[in-house]
């Protein structure tokens, strides 16, 4: 089984992707593999309180950026989390599992902020010196049904990067779309559009497959 891999998962709001990755944690755990792997999540990292700080600053409310802004601080907390996280692990032969990358990054301030795709590619690849995930796992869901359950989920109110609005959840799947078919790396869907039971075994099909696990 091939070792030091670097996967990362991407959705829309309300996907299940948070919830699947905690699930994998329990399954490794379960297998004794638990230590074969690094869990981490952006904005922010699991191994570095300067871009969690970063991530505060990203999500507060009270705070107003525009989306060049955006774009160089979501760049610079991705490049603490490969300091500290991501590179130390591959470097260990661990496979790292990431809640989100810089896809994210190319979709909301590149497409959806009018950024232009290029210029945050460009800032992301001095960012990360060019680390392109082995895989990219896609939970894609209609927009109508993302609204549906982040409503359901968050009662209280939301952070400066989310919405409610289902036109705008049409531009985001759109926008994911344009991206992935850039075709510049590899990438995995998976339709969402079912219990979290039956997508966790979605999940774990494409992992097998891509020997990831």
């Not at 230590?35 to 990292?45: K, L």
């Not at 603490?80 to 496979?95: A, D, F, I």
């Not at 010196?129 to 896609?138: M, S, V």
């Not at 409610?164 to 869907?189: A, C, F, H, M, P």
Request: charged share 30%.
């Amino acid at each position: 089984m091939s070792k030091g891999k670097f996967v990362v998962f991407e959705g829309m709001d309300g996907s299940g992707k948070t919830t699947i990755i905690k699930k994998l944690k329990e399954y490794l755990e379960s297998k004794n593999r638990l230590d074969d792997f690094v869990f981490t999540r952006e904005p922010g990292s699991s191994h570095s309180k300067e871009a969690e700080e970063i991530r505060q600053l990203i999500l507060d409310n009270d705070n107003s950026f525009s989306v060049m802004v955006d774009a160089l601080l979501f760049a610079a907390s991705r490049r603490l989390n490969l300091e500290k996280c991501v590179w130390p692990g591959l470097k260990k032969n661990k496979t790292v599992i990431s809640d989100r990358y810089w896809t994210s990054s190319f979709v909301y301030q590149g497409v959806l902020g009018g950024l232009g795709l290029k210029k945050v590619k460009d800032i992301n690849n001095i960012a990360t010196e060019e680390t392109t995930p082995d895989l990219t796992i896609f939970f894609d869901m209609e927009p109508e049904l993302s609204v549906e359950r982040i409503t359901q989920i968050r009662k209280t109110k939301t952070d400066r990067l989310e919405s409610t609005n289902v036109e705008y959840y049409k531009k985001l799947r759109d926008s994911y779309w344009y991206v992935i078919n850039q075709g510049n790396e590899k990438y995995e869907i998976i339709k969402s559009d079912c219990n979290i039971d039956e997508l966790f075994k979605r999940v774990l099909n494409v992992l097998k497959e891509n020997k990831i696990i």
